[in-house]
């Protein structure tokens, strides 16, 4: 495995204002996610990619970890999407003299994945597959507790079922956004919601922890904290 791992960071967020690199029990958040890569990898290979120029810095001087490039202006509006984003960072080390294979993603708003998770994870991937993901069994079950609302206004199960009892489903999973090992060639041919040959990595309920709003902080604190 010839690997690539980014973490990608903006600068705007509505949800927590500068939540990157809001300190979480006195640390960066984005910082997490950089400790638990170089418990693997070489700095060489680790690359953040972001708009911001005070990301970039708070990076380079909490972590001592070079930040390679600001993001062009095309990928730094809020329509940028992450597929541009992510070949952006496999181009750029390409033109370095770099080809890696393997890109692991890890979102920093995951604080509680960590490099046991990645080293489990990367045990379940093989050049025969897509995709590694992280996930964590839904708890909103589209058999059971889910509902769309049809043509007349009226609610109706999002999947057709006659199941009683929550446990007698079948199981659903959801990204939780922590981890995904991709398959470059595969990622070149298309975005990842296309991939045919994806592989599921569970991870509890504490450590799917996604932050995205003053709640969710608010909980990863108190877990932290415990």
Known sequence: MKPLIIIPARGGSK?????NIKLLNGKPLINYAIDAARNIFEDTVICVTTDSQEIKEVVEKTTGLKVPFLRPENLATDNAGSYE???????????????ADTLILMQPTSPFRTSTHINEAMKLYSDDVDMVVSVKETKSNPYYVLYEENENGFLSKSKE?????????????????????????????????TFKKTVKYIMSERDSVDIDTMLDWKLCESILNE
């Not at 992510?86 to 033109?95: M, N, P, S, T």
């Open 15 to 19: 949800g927590v204002p500068k939540k």
């Open 85 to 99: 984003v992510l070949l952006h960072a496999i181009d750029f080390y390409e033109k370095q003299g770099y080809f």
């Open 161 to 193: 079922s006659k199941f009683t009892r929550r446990q007698d489903c079948p199981q659903v999973w959801e990204l939780n956004g922590a981890l995904y090992i991709i398959n470059i060639e595969s990622l070149k041919k298309g975005k990842i919601d």
